[in-house]
């Protein structure tokens, strides 16, 4: 799974308390670091405790997953379910945005359904904002899901506010 893209700084290693983590979030973590369960993510009847290297990679792997489903025979589903009807009926010029749109959107969904989800605020499509803030000990990170195309766009201090403290993970439109 790779890291992301931007800035992390002195960030990286530091220890990230997770209390009442359930089993599922513990299985997406090891699924998220590629089926491999790190000691500090799971201890033997305690709390987990992800560092925030594990939170990244969890991120990452919640959009690559949405990514693929987006890829597959089900794609027209998804995007019925998750773009408005006006949005539906944009020009074909839109249709890259809109793909974006349910990136974002699926993956602020699977991120909302897990104990994690606390540490990632969806701040939504369309804003000035970052699309994900950090939360807790992820406060001052941003999150942002994009083509690799736009990934230099996003990491620009003077175009995005938040630039220097982004953290970018891209995804492929089929």
């Known amino acids: 799974m790779g890291a992301g893209l931007g800035r992390l700084g002195s960030a990286l290693g530091e220890d990230v308390e997770v209390a009442g983590t359930t089993a599922s979030a513990e299985r997406r973590l090891a699924m998220a670091k590629g089926g491999q369960q790190s000691a500090s993510a799971v ?40 773009l408005s009807p006006s949005e539906l009926k944009a020009p074909v010029g839109l249709a890259a945005a809109n793909f974006g749109k349910v990136m974002e959107r699926m993956t602020a969904a699977e991120i909302a359904g897990d104990p994690l989800s606390k540490y990632f605020d969806y ?6 904002n970052p ?44």
Request: charged residues 20%; without cysteine; aromatic residues 14%.
């Open 43 to 82: 201890s033997a009847g305690a709390a987990s405790s992800p560092s925030l290297i594990d939170l990244n990679d969890y991120f990452g792997f919640a959009v690559k997953q949405q990514e693929e489903k987006l890829s597959g025979d089900l794609a027209s589903v998804y995007f019925r379910s998750y």
């Open 123 to 128: 701040a939504g499509f369309d804003t000035p």
């Open 131 to 174: 699309d994900w803030i950090g939360q807790g000990p992820a406060q001052g990170l941003y999150f942002d899901v994009t083509t690799p195309k736009q990934v230099q766009k996003h990491l620009d201090p003077e175009k995005k506010w938040y630039g220097e403290n982004l953290i970018v993970h891209t995804y492929q439109r089929p």
